[in-house]
Nanobody, 114 residues
């Protein structure tokens, strides 16, 4: 089993920045893809960004140029640097790991509001 724990969410004003972190533990088999997804109230869970073991990155169009995903393979961690935040970025952000299984964290709430 794999456990994922997110941190770093909170309340921020429009235009502000936040950095999310996620640490993975348990039986992790390489290679694996880590990523961030988000779910706003009443909406489906959508891709934000993913990063492979080889550091290939993929972003949703809505966050390109504002968000940056990175990872530390030695620590089994993935990060999401979020800049120029908008009200519409408000959501619960979930960490995801895909290897022989598909694993999710419990989520961290990001609220962008003035």
């Amino acid at each position: 089993q794999v456990q994922l724990v997110e941190s770093g969410g909170g309340l921020v004003q429009p235009g502000g920045s936040l950095r999310l972190s996620c640490v993975a533990s348990g039986s992790i088999f390489s290679p694996y893809v880590m990523g961030w997804y988000r779910q706003a109230p009443g909406e489906q869970r959508d891709l934000v960004a993913t990063i492979t073991s080889g550091l290939n990155r993929n972003y949703a169009d809505s966050v390109k140029g504002r968000f940056t995903i990175s990872r530390d393979n030695a620590k089994n961690m993935v990060y999401l640097q979020m800049n120029s935040l908008k009200v519409e970025d408000t959501a619960v952000y979930y960490c995801n790991l895909k290897s022989v299984g598909d694993y999710w964290g419990k989520g961290t709430l990001v609220t962008v509001s003035s």
